[in-house]
């Protein structure tokens, strides 16, 4: 079987859309700022080896506290 250059373009292209969508989610959670981590993540994801490690990097980060956690904690 034979990849040539579309079948591996539509691979990454999918898969840059994927990678783009879980690091949004998981940066909701892990970062100030999810559109930014789910921008860098389809970014990184075009060398699919670099976006799994970022994702990996996101899964494994301390999650964000929230400003109403924290009010809460205050009273």
């Known amino acids: 079987m034979n990849i040539d250059a579309t079948l591996y373009g539509q691979f990454v ?7 783009a969508a879980l690091c ?3 940066g909701r959670r ?13 970014v990184l ?16 980060k301390k999650d964000v ?3 109403s956690a924290s009010k809460l904690d205050a009273v």
């Open 13 to 19: 292209i999918i898969f840059a859309l994927v990678m």
């Open 30 to 42: 892990k970062t100030q700022n999810p559109v930014l981590a789910g921008l860098l993540g389809a």
């Open 65 to 67: 506290s929230s400003t």
């Open 24 to 26: 949004y989610y998981l």
């Open 45 to 60: 994801s075009l060398l699919p080896l670099f976006g799994l490690v970022y994702l990996l990097v996101l899964l494994f």
